[in-house]
């Protein structure tokens, strides 16, 4: 439940087939998909949920803009400046139908014009026309108007050119939960000295049927996005990425990344990644392979990744993450 001074953010109850998806041009006539085709069982966790705050049946919550916040893209090349640390898969003909893994939760200080998103990518698509979908959480002063912790998913069809958007700031994904998880603050932070860890568990799935691309968070149904909004990920994705990545204020000065700390092998001592999951071709959740696997950091002095491997007990986990600076554009 809330604190006495924790904000709460205004969700406003929309008829589902009123939400802002419904506006965009290629989904004017679209259905609501209601019989989604997986192994996993759609049921809220309650545990998980900072507050009990729900729309009525037939309804989905739209968190309100803020003034003074925009939907802007900022993974163009009119943004230089970005950073990265993550996994991500060799480009190998490779198809997959999905990418899962539990993300730790970190409490981080950004400054307006920075972000730090921490979260699961599919791809597919040449650069100018790529498809990507995104999953994760996102510390983004000026896409929230603050800087709490926050379930953010983003997507683009033409290369982050012409589409796309985080959450449902423009028309595309489709809510088909009552719970306001979308740009949801989490109240419950992983602790750096190890004492305590929270994670989310994001998955993002084709479903074999229709083609859409299913969001869940602990097995709770979010929403998807139609497949109509693509050209190349209808076909599955080429490449999972999964890490960090970082924007930087207009003087340079990237922001901290994971937890804001270099990471070490003591997953519960750094921003870590674990049970890191695909979906192959045929739908079947697998483990990542290491053979498959490339790592990726691109300012060393800034950031840093340690990739661990499978275990019993983590399954696919890697450790990321560093507390940003003059990180070179």
Not at 131 to 158: C, E, K, M
Not at 221 to 234: D, Q, V
Request: charged share 20%.
């Amino acid at each position: 439940m809330l604190g006495a001074n924790e904000p709460m953010d205004d969700f406003d109850c929309v008829d589902i087939y009123k939400q802002p998806a419904f506006q965009h041009p290629m989904l004017k006539h679209h259905t609501i998909q209601e019989n989604f085709i997986s192994n996993e069982i759609h049921k809220r966790k309650d545990n998980y949920k900072m507050n009990d705050q729900s729309c009525p049946k037939g309804m989905v919550p739209i968190l309100k803009q803020r003034d003074g916040t925009d939907n802007v893209h900022l993974d163009t090349i009119e943004y230089p400046g970005q950073h990265f640390a993550t996994i991500e898969t060799i480009l190998d003909g490779t198809i997959y139908r999905g990418a899962e893994a539990y993300i730790s939760i970190h409490d981080l200080t950004i400054q307006n014009n920075q972000y730090s998103k921490n979260q699961i990518w599919l791809e597919n698509g040449p650069r100018h026309q790529l498809n990507s979908i995104q999953v994760g959480w996102a510390v983004h002063p000026r896409l929230y108007g603050d800087s709490l912790t926050r379930f953010t998913i983003f997507w683009t069809a033409d290369g982050y050119r012409k589409t796309g958007c985080y959450n449902t700031k423009c028309p595309g994904f489709v809510l088909v939960t009552r719970y306001n998880w979308l740009g949801m603050y989490f109240g419950r932070y992983s602790i750096n000295s190890g004492k305590e860890s929270v994670y989310v568990q994001p998955k993002n799935f084709q479903d074999r049927f229709t083609g859409n691309w299913i969001v869940e968070v602990y097995d709770e149904l979010i929403g998807y996005w139609p497949k109509e909004l693509f050209t190349h990920l209808n076909n599955g994705a080429s490449l999972l990425r999964f890490g960090g990545n970082t924007f930087p204020f207009p003087n340079g000065i990237s922001p901290p990344m994971g937890n804001g700390h270099f990471p070490v092998v003591d997953i519960q001592k750094s921003s870590n990644f674990m049970f890191v999951k695909a979906k192959d071709s045929n739908y079947q959740t697998v483990e990542i392979e290491d053979e498959k696997i490339r790592r990726y950091v691109d300012a060393y002095q800034c950031y840093r990744l340690y990739y661990g491997g499978y275990s019993k007990s983590t399954g696919v986990v890697f450790t990321y993450g560093g507390p940003g600076g003059n990180c070179g554009i």
